[in-house]
């Protein structure tokens, strides 16, 4: 039988309704603080806690639930006679129902606070008070989501009581809950990229209707406490985001952000398949579509200026799935969600993620994000190349970066007209990117070149520079064979992977 319930929240939607459902039911409601004088105001009858303790708060409220009197009445085991007795021996009554959120650290620690500010956002009662709930489940309901008020009342209502499963659910919340509040704490004070124990805080998003595949179920989570653009985009029309569409736009819109310039990246299934850059966002995409007009078809565009009404117009004219930009001119806007289906997607937030993530089974590899692009630029033959075809270079080695190795990519005029990738050998997916090209210029590739092979497939395409990692022990092969076709080649020091 329900008889005392202990409210303390931070967020306070809901607990009206529940504290008047609760006094209906003749139940004494305790509160603490900020909560007590809500309740209170709003006419609901309440106890202070430290009525009950005859303690008053202290330490800017730091302390007010720590006390024997309240975790004495949540822990005692109900039908063991040993914990009766103790209870009534020290005039504890038992707390039937304990409802407490907590403070957002999740939120708070994202803003522009000081570091002392931020760490008064660490909760210390409310953990202490659910987790005494949790444990002690059979005889204590513990609310920590305002999602379960209506469920709760509804299920009490009805039968009288909680049943057991629901009150082991409510409890194992509140360790989830928890496991990722306790995560991000610890994250916040370590600083360590790579601590002892890896603790990751995520908030299930969304479910999603599947994952690659249909036959494989999937569900969205992002950070609670860091920033990134596939956390803080907003969806303007089309249907709901899957699994693999958030994969894609995720790839899309970091290449589209490698960029100063007007630039646009065309994505399928999760490798560019078009990058261009432009005097303004309308060239960048029409020499993006040129770049493969057949693989676009059905693809992930992204954009990194606000997008127009003649591109919208443009990207209209074609089957895509997803369209990323940091905003979109009203009349641009119309000409997209006229598309019923067509994903239109606003995204302020450039790329900011600091590691990356890969589950192996069994085990989680982790790793600094690939930010950085060269160690040193060092020309290795006798041909240099002209600053337009540096330009190009650079450009094509910012696309490697995101093409599965072997990663080739041939460039012309500011345009990914050849990528290749993912192929077991670099000469395939040399042959591929160059085939794919046709009229290609210069030539970029995530590794070194152990062979001279790619120099010499490059040549047949007319390729007028290469750049490359440089470090194998066949670079000078290499070198001597741009020597030989009057291919200038270029040395950056550092490799692109993409496994």
């Known amino acids: 039988m329900l008889k005392r319930a202990l409210i303390s929240v931070f967020n306070k939607d809901g607990v009206l309704d529940l504290a008047r459902f609760l006094v209906s039911m003749k139940v004494e409601i305790l509160s603490t603080g900020g909560t007590y004088k809500y309740l209170k105001d709003n006419n609901i009858n309440v106890t202070e806690i430290s009525e009950v303790t005859g303690f008053e708060e202290i330490l800017d409220g730091r302390v007010k639930t720590l006390h024997p009197v309240i975790h004495g009445g949540i822990l005692a085991i109900r039908d063991k006679k040993e914990h009766m007795d103790t209870i009534e021996r020290k005039d504890i009554k038992p707390i039937d129902m304990v409802v407490v959120n ?51 009342t509804r299920q009490i209502e009805d039968n009288g009581e909680v049943d057991f499963n629901t009150r082991k659910k409510l409890a194992g919340k509140v360790f989830n809950l928890m496991s990722a509040y306790d995560a991000a704490i610890s994250n916040f004070l370590l600083e360590d990229e790579y601590p002892e124990y890896l603790t990751l805080s995520y908030r299930k998003c969304q479910s999603l209707r599947y994952g690659e595949n249909p036959h ?48 646009c990246c065309a994505v399928k299934h999760n490798t560019p398949c078009g990058v261009a850059l ?26 990194n200026r606000r997008v127009d009404k003649k591109t919208a117009e443009e990207l209209v004219k074609i089957f895509l799935e997803i369209v990323i930009a940091p905003d979109f001119d009203k009349d641009a806007l119309e000409v997209l969600t006229a598309k019923k289906n067509l994903r239109v997607i606003r995204c302020a937030v450039k790329p900011e993620g600091k590691t990356e993530l890969s589950k192996v089974d069994g085990g989680i590899l982790i790793q600094s994000a690939d930010d950085k692009l060269i160690t040193e630029l060092k020309v290795v033959t006798t041909a240099k190349p002209t600053e337009k075809e540096l330009q190009d270079l650079l450009f094509g080695m910012k696309v490697c970066k995101y093409v599965k190795s072997n990663a080739i ?18 000469i395939w997916a040399a042959s591929e990117a160059l085939q794919r090209a046709g009229d290609g210029v210069v030539l970029a590739s995530d590794a070194f070149f152990p062979f001279e092979d790619v120099v010499q497939e490059a040549a047949k395409y007319g390729i007028k520079a290469i750049i490359q990692p440089g470090g194998s022990i066949g670079d000078e092969q290499s070198i001597q064979e741009c020597n030989k076709e009057g291919i200038a080649m270029v040395f950056t020091g550092m490799r692109h992977f993409k496994h």
């Not at 432009?278 to 954009?303: H, M, N, P, Q, R």
């Not at 990519?409 to 670099?426: E, H, L, Y």
């Open 102 to 152: 907590l403070y957002p650290f999740f939120d708070k620690v994202k803003e522009d606070l000081s570091f002392e500010e931020k760490v008064e956002f660490i909760d210390i009662g409310g953990p202490t008070m659910i987790r005494a709930a949790a444990k002690n489940f059979k005889d204590v309901i513990v609310l920590t989501d305002t999602s379960d008020y209506s469920d709760i």
């Open 216 to 263: 494989q179920s999937a569900a969205y989570y992002t950070s609670t406490v860091e920033k990134g653009a596939m956390r803080d985009f907003e969806q303007l029309n089309g249907k709901e985001l899957s699994y693999n569409n958030i994969k894609d736009m995720d790839v899309a819109w970091k290449v589209a952000n490698e960029f100063d310039e007007p630039a």
């Open 278 to 303: 432009g005097e303004d966002i309308y060239g960048a995409y029409l020499k993006t579509y040129e770049c493969d007009t057949t693989s676009i078809f059905g693809g992930i565009v992204a954009l």
């Open 409 to 426: 990519v041939v460039v012309k005029d500011g345009m990914a007209k050849g990528i290749g990738g993912g192929q077991v050998n670099r």
